[in-house]
């Protein structure tokens, strides 16, 4: 028998205290005042879910922020997952993208600080992002299968989800644009007794929907 998990994915909320500069995984608030978006979520996101964060605070200030508007008053606890934190930059995290790419020159990516396959000095590539999002991701559904799991992360977390339903490469990955506060739905289809998920499948419902869009429906896009 086949069972469906269903992923619903959210970015942070803004992060302004960085000063405009490359913040990466820098563990630093967000800003939590847009109401109206955090209530357009909570009309969407179910009540009886399972919800994950990374382990830095904005994700946990987002996931509160949306709990907040919600009518259920007994939610479970979250659960960091360390390995679905945002990609390292290292030492090009407090740099201005004017800095970086003053130093780049010609080697600045058209979506992203660098190509998917290169690790800035002290810190991580893409790929590797998307490697331990991937085993994050499996982790999850074999722990919850059948269940709603909303997971409150980060942009290039949520292009590697994303990636990993769509088969896409690491490079188109970097294309694809993930607003703050936006939904990202992901359907997972295992067999019950399929540790390894060898015949797994994928449904994609939404990828980057703006809460505002779909508040008047109270419903997610399909």
């Known amino acids: 028998m086949m069972t469906q998990t269903r992923w619903w994915w959210i970015r942070h909320a803004p992060v302004t205290e960085n000063n405009g500069t490359i913040y990466g995984n820098q563990d630093l608030n967000c800003d939590c005042s847009n109401e109206e978006a955090f209530k357009a979520l909570a009309s969407v996101v179910p009540s009886d879910a399972i919800w994950v964060t990374s382990n830095l605070k904005r994700t ?10 919600m009518t259920a008053s007994d939610f479970p606890s979250f659960t960091e997952i360390p390995e679905l934190q945002e990609q390292c930059f290292g030492d090009w995290q407090g740099m201005t993208h004017k800095q970086l790419g003053e130093i780049r020159g010609e080697a600045w990516h ?57 088969g896409l490469t690491s490079e188109k990955a970097l294309g694809l644009t993930i607003g703050n506060l936006s939904l990202t739905k992901l359907d997972h289809y295992g067999a019950e007794e399929d540790p390894i998920q060898a015949h797994s499948s994928w449904g994609v419902d939404c990828i980057n929907a703006e809460p505002l869009r779909f508040h008047a429906t109270k419903k997610a896009p399909q």
């Open 60 to 69: 946990k200030q987002t996931a509160e922020a949306v709990q907040n508007q």
């Open 110 to 166: 058209r979506f992203w600080l660098a190509p998917a396959a290169e690790a800035p000095p002290g810190g991580e590539s893409f790929e590797a992002l998307m490697e331990r999002t991937s085993t994050a991701i499996d982790m999850l559904n074999n722990t919850h299968k059948g269940r709603d799991i909303i997971a409150v992360t980060h942009g290039g977390t949520i292009r590697a989800a994303v990636a990993k339903a769509l």
